[in-house]
T-cell receptor
């Protein structure tokens, strides 16, 4: 089964608007993480939320987790052109923590 | 801020050749990982490494792949006889522990092109 499917696949917004990306997963998890990847670059860890947490904030980022629905959302408020990137959710898949399972990502484009 | 570094940033190799991708994990980290991302696709787990041995590996990590920590700082991924389908971005990562809820730090990746 696939884990960590993001939606939408692509999102285009104006600078200053909020961007919301969703992630769904299939198996139980211990934590869920969001990463950012600029085109052709490495992965940057944004935020980790544990399975017993429902919401977490970091600067302009807000992440929610609903384990009953097996879903998470990433909200970027007051977006900037520099937020243009791909965003991935990743889970541990309750496998013992040695590996991270990534989704296919949401490509966010913020127009200046 | 400490970071994971990978070299080279881009490697072009002929099909059938051996390649070694190099990584320097963060110095006090004990767990090391390799992932790959074929262009436009998901980031896929390859292998995790702890205490000088493989902890876990995926189906992708077949006999053509091997990992090594030859000294106290480097962590390498070797592909013995490259195939066209090995073309991908390869990411190294490290973490302090292998426990749940531990953040892994990723390098910038090595883009491998097999021609």
């Amino acid at each position: 089964s696939q884990q960590g499917e993001e939606d939408p696949q692509a999102l285009s917004i104006q600078e200053g608007e909020n961007a919301t990306m969703n992630c769904s997963y299939k198996t139980s998890i211990n934590n869920l993480q969001w990463y950012r990847q600029n085109s052709g670059r490495g992965l940057v860890h944004l935020i980790l939320i544990r399975s017993n947490e429902r919401e977490k904030h970091s600067g302009r980022l807000r992440v929610t987790l609903d384990t009953s629905k097996k879903s998470s959302s990433l909200l970027i408020t007051a977006s900037r052109a520099a937020d243009t990137a791909s965003y991935f959710c990743a889970t541990d898949g309750n496998t013992g923590g040695f590996k991270t399972i990534f989704g296919a990502g949401t490509r966010l484009f913020v127009k200046a | 801020e400490p970071e994971v570094t990978q070299t080279p940033s881009h490697q072009v190799t002929q099909m059938g050749q051996e390649v070694i991708l190099r990584c320097v994990p963060i110095s006090n980290h004990l767990y090391f990982y390799w992932y790959r991302q074929i262009l436009g696709q998901k980031v896929e787990f390859l292998v995790s490494f702890y205490n000088n041995e493989i902890s876990e590996k995926s189906e992708i990590f077949d006999d053509q792949f091997s990992v090594e920590r030859p000294d106290g700082s480097n962590f390498t991924l070797k592909i013995r006889s490259t195939k066209l389908e090995d073309s991908a971005m390869y990411f190294c990562a490290s973490s302090k522990t292998g426990k749940l809820n531990t953040e892994a730090f990723f390098g910038q990746g090595t883009r491998l092109t097999v021609v």
